[in-house]
């Protein structure tokens, strides 16, 4: 009798042998935790439909940002929840120096050092009334070349208040190089573009929108990606590394690790992917119910998308799963 010697299960039999044989593993400084700043709270507000996650006061953020210093997390990315009186048709809160983002960033910024990157949001909808991304037409269509100026001089005060990397997700064409220009031609050449270029519409947002009050009415299918098409998303990447991007992003990550594989195969620069809320709150969902190990299945989800080429990811986990990391489990 003849014994095949191939037995892929040699490798599994002990934990320490697949600890040794991993090809990918987590670790804290690929993480980086998105943050929600509300403009006026004193506590940090619950977000209902995503457990665990709040809106922050100015002294919860700077708490969470120390905590995640002290964790080895490589960044956060902030979001600005302004007033509700304060938002209007063109944003004019995300372009105020003392608007939420900016002072969110500037607390940060003091609370981090250099320990981590402070990361901004570089976006419309937090701040216009109608929930949009940009600015609208006399028609109520994403007026695509007035929304970048907006861009450019949210970058640009952005990147006063002292954010690290400017995260821009707002998906109209030709952003980055709009927004690069705006960076290089105020001083501001060496901080870096986070292109969130492959980002798809549908139902994946549900959750953010809950936590930055979004008023959307509609959808956001004129601008975002169709779930239809792959390409497109690595094209997008490569539209935006030849803007200027210094980082491209896939997002959500989990239902998408076929355009981020792509991508990441492809692309000269940092690839990254945001695991969004909606893949947060399922998973939550599920374990409120008893129905997944929910221990298990978040390393699980994370694992597989860096699987797939990220080399970090955005995650409302981060802190979590730096502590478990820690402890070693
Ligand atoms: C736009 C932005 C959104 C998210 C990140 N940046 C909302 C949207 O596109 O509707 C969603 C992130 C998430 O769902 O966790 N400012």
Not at 76 to 85: K, N, Q, R, T
Not at 134 to 145: K, R
Request: hydrophobic share 45%; charged share 20%; proline share 5%.
């Amino acid at each position: 009798m003849t014994v095949d010697p191939i037995r892929p299960r040699r490798l599994r039999q002990s934990a320490a042998m697949r600890r040794l044989v991993a090809e990918t593993r987590l670790h804290p400084a690929e993480l980086v935790l998105p943050v929600f700043a509300g403009e006026g709270l004193t506590e940090p507000r619950p977000i209902a439909s995503m457990p665990g996650v709040v809106q922050h006061s100015l002294d919860s953020l700077r708490a969470t940002v120390a905590d995640a210093a002290e964790l080895g997390i490589g960044g956060i990315m902030l979001f600005g929840v302004p007033l509700d009186e304060k938002k209007d048709a063109v944003g004019s809160a995300g372009t105020d120096p003392d608007g939420i983002l900016q002072v969110a960033t500037r607390a940060a910024v003091a609370e981090a050092g250099d320990a981590l990157v402070v990361q901004t949001d570089v976006c419309l909808d937090e701040f216009t009334d109608h929930g949009h991304c940009g600015v609208l037409t006399a028609d109520g269509l994403v007026d695509n070349d007035a929304t970048l100026e907006r861009y450019a001089e949210m970058a640009v005060v952005q990147a006063e208040a002292g954010s690290g990397l400017l995260g821009l997700s707002g998906m109209m064409d030709h952003q980055v190089a709009a927004v690069r220009a705006a960076l290089d031609a105020s001083g501001h050449e060496l901080t870096p573009i986070l292109a969130y270029s492959g980002k798809y519409s549908g139902g994946w947002y549900g959750p953010f929108r809950e936590a930055v009050q979004s008023s959307l009415r509609g959808d956001r299918r004129a601008y975002q990606l169709d779930t239809a098409n792959g390409r497109e998303g690595v094209r997008e990447a490569a539209l935006d590394i030849a803007e200027g991007a210094d980082i491209v992003m896939v997002k959500p990550a989990s239902h998408f690790l076929d355009v981020l594989a792509a991508t990441s195969a492809s692309s000269p620069v940092p690839t990254w992917a945001y695991q969004v809320s909606g893949e947060y709150s399922m998973i939550e969902a599920a374990a409120a119910h008893g129905w997944i190990d929910r221990e298990r299945l978040i390393p699980d989800t994370l694992l597989a998308i860096k699987r797939a080429g990220a080399e970090a990811i955005l995650t409302y986990y981060a802190l979590e799963v730096a502590r478990t990391l820690r402890a070693g489990v």
